[in-house]
């Protein structure tokens, strides 16, 4: 539900209603002051007094709402507004009193100038002070309904990144592949308690680093060849003779820093939408070539291939990678999906071996002496 | 075959088949059963659906356990395919099996159907949830009787099962986009006369045209009017203002012939309640 960012003066009666309440007091205590201090009787001062009072007031409201109608930015018109709305409420209320009393108006302003005046300067004084006791009123009230609008914006911002994340892990930890994990787990701690350990060890780190992902910037290629590891030995047990998978990292390539879980959602592809459908199964090669500062990581499977050959519209684990290629490398880090070799499809994904550091828009450490820099090596196995 | 069931048997052993792709849970679900059903003898086990319908029709078991996610046919589109494939005529006819599909995501809802004709498991399965599912399944092979009236409620269940995977879209489509070598075609949709699943594509086909395009038939399915356009088979999807005629051949299998197309479709049994005389 939209809330207002600007606070707004309102204008129905009861708001006027609840506006001159303190007026009216005000304009009651001057009648009964000129009383007690002067030599009036009260009954007149009461006229008087509240003619004066609300003729003021009124004109004060009348011009806010026609001369103010963005009281934070113009709140400076006030210094000429109030004076004027003080004089002419005065001279108004003055000869609406008279007149309601049946007081002669003739000789007002040279029979008695000083009362005349002092009434004005008493008018002009409370006249101002009630009107910023009114303004100063409006504008926390104001502030407090920004801060409550700003919060209420965090809270939002908040839940949707809630969500997102969810949907994120959700997207990870699919749950079929969890709950079938555990069936195999269930089948294998009766039959084979060695195996099922085995595959408890890789099902935790797998979850570790899945829920971990978010927080690590890099980890080492070998980590995330561990990773690949603990995802394809769980579909090992699962697939059984259906799939076969081979890990090709050169030794030199092992320390190199990389973004963490960016192969995992390739190989993941290639199970789904290659390996799974496929009746016979088939196997899985996962490859890091180093090249020209570049690095080169390729998912291929001999999988049921691309549809239609060809690569169609990204689904939510690719298009998640292209999105942090691109927040990382911008245009240097690319991911492209071809057929073959062959049977099957192969994802490439290409981008600078240095460290990948803080997002584009920040200045990153020097990308060459990467190797020795800090690293977060999240849930390292072993 | 030894196994094959026989009206002549005094006290015939009921039989199952189990299909699952993952050998592990395969072997775990005949462990569990052999403790919760002694006396049931699975007489296959599978790893896909093709192969489930296959052996089904082959050995005709009492009892199907179809594991829901498997590679080529899924356990739904296996038991809608099996369906098709049984003899249910008298005399000769064996009644259709029970189904209990096992999934390990139940993104079917299939607690919704608890109380009907087929039943499921989760995965993990567990031996109280087992054991419930093997008495109902008892108590169905004792009412035989009642088995006709079974078969169209399996089939009623899988109807419901295979059509709510997608949810209709809002506004359904006008126009077909297909590619042909580098030029789009839009083929106006009241021009098609039905889609047809093709490997990895869906062939549009008009009265004097085909067309291939990419969008699986599950996906289209829901952007099409479903007043206009009848799926009657698990891979054809019909715009019923073309049919013209539709028989029963010698087989009792129902056949669509087409307005402005020479060729006869076959309607899964599932669908055939499309059809019927006014």
Known sequence: MPIASKYVVQWTPLALLQRSLPGLTVNTFIALNLTAFGDTPFGPNLVYSHCIGISIWLLIELTRRYLLPDPEQQWRRLYFIIPACVVLGYVNGLYLAAWLLGFPTDGLWTEQPRMVLGYLLLSLTAGGALTYYFMSREQLAAAGQEMAYASAQTEAAQRHAAESKLVLLQSQIEPHMLFNTLANLRALIGSKPDAAIAMLDHLNAYLRATLNASRATAHPLQTEFDRVRDYLELLKVRMGPRLCYTLELPE???????????????VENAIKHGLEPKIEGGSITVRAIHEAGELKLEVSDSGVGLPGGKQTTDGFGLTQVRERLATIYGTRGTLVLTPGPGVGATASLVFPSGHPGPPLGHPGPDPGSSATHALDYGSSPQ | MTFAKSGMTTSPRPTALIAEDEPLLAAALQAELELAWPELRVV???????????????????VLFFDIRMPGLSGLDAAAELADGWNTDAPHGTPFP???FVTAYDQYAMAAFEAQAMDYLLKPVQAARLQKTVSKLKQTLANRAHTALNFEATLGQLRGLLGAAAAPASAPLKVIQASVGTTIRMVPIADVVYFEAADKYVRVLTASHEYLIRTPLKELLP???????????????????????????????????????SEKLPVSRLYVHLFKAM
Not at chain 2, 231 to 252: P, Y
């Open chain 1, 252 to 266: 030199a390539l092992a320390s190199i820093p990389v973004p963490p879980l960016l192969l995992q959602p390739l």
């Open chain 2, 44 to 62: 296959a086990m599978v790893g896909d659906g093709a192969s489930a319908v296959t052996q089904a029709l082959r050995l005709q078991p009492d």
């Open chain 2, 98 to 100: 029970a189904l209990v």
């Open chain 2, 223 to 261: 952007q099409l009017d479903a007043t206009l356009f009848w799926q009657i088979h698990r891979g054809t999807v019909v715009n019923s203002n073309c049919v013209e005629t539709v028989t029963r051949d010698e087989a009792g299998k129902l056949n669509v012939s087409l307005r402005g197309r």
